[in-house]
């Protein structure tokens, strides 16, 4: 009989972000929040993480990383910022800085969509 513990493990294995992966996450989660004025604690409330130390953070990432890929964590993320600007007066709201707010998340989901080409 085969042991299918085993097999769910082994893709569990495939679908983790490996340590350079997770270590730019987390430098791309720290500039994120510092340019969008938040702390760790307001992520933690949208993600509804058990607590806002990063490493749990970065767990709970990574748990809907290995759920569902690479683009429903880079949606997550973009729909969590989608949350806070409309918290901040909605899309109607002037930015200071005249930038783009999601301009790294386009980025990042670019990324990811060129990696799924190759």
């Known amino acids: 009989m085969p042991d299918h513990s085993s097999d769910a493990r ?4 495939i679908a983790s972000l490996n340590t ?3 270590e730019d996450l ?3 989660l720290k500039d994120w929040l510092r340019h969008r004025g938040r702390t760790q604690a307001d ?6 993480a058990e607590s806002i130390r990063m490493p749990v953070l970065l767990e709970t990432l ?8 690479l683009t429903a964590l880079a949606a997550r993320l973009c729909g969590i910022d989608e949350l806070w600007q409309r918290e901040e ?6 930015n200071e800085a005249g930038e ?19």
Not at 10 to 13: D, M, P, T, V, W
Not at 43 to 48: E, G, N, P
Not at 62 to 69: I, V
Not at 104 to 118: M, P, S, Y
């Open 26 to 28: 987390q430098s791309f």
């Open 89 to 94: 007066g909605g899309p109607g709201s002037s």
């Open 43 to 48: 992520l933690r409330r949208a993600l509804r």
């Open 20 to 22: 350079a992966q997770l």
């Open 10 to 13: 082994a893709l569990a294995g």
């Open 62 to 69: 990574q748990d809907l990383h290995a759920q569902a890929g």
């Open 100 to 118: 783009d707010p999601f301009s790294q998340l386009d980025l990042l989901l670019e990324e990811i969509r060129q990696d799924q080409r190759i």
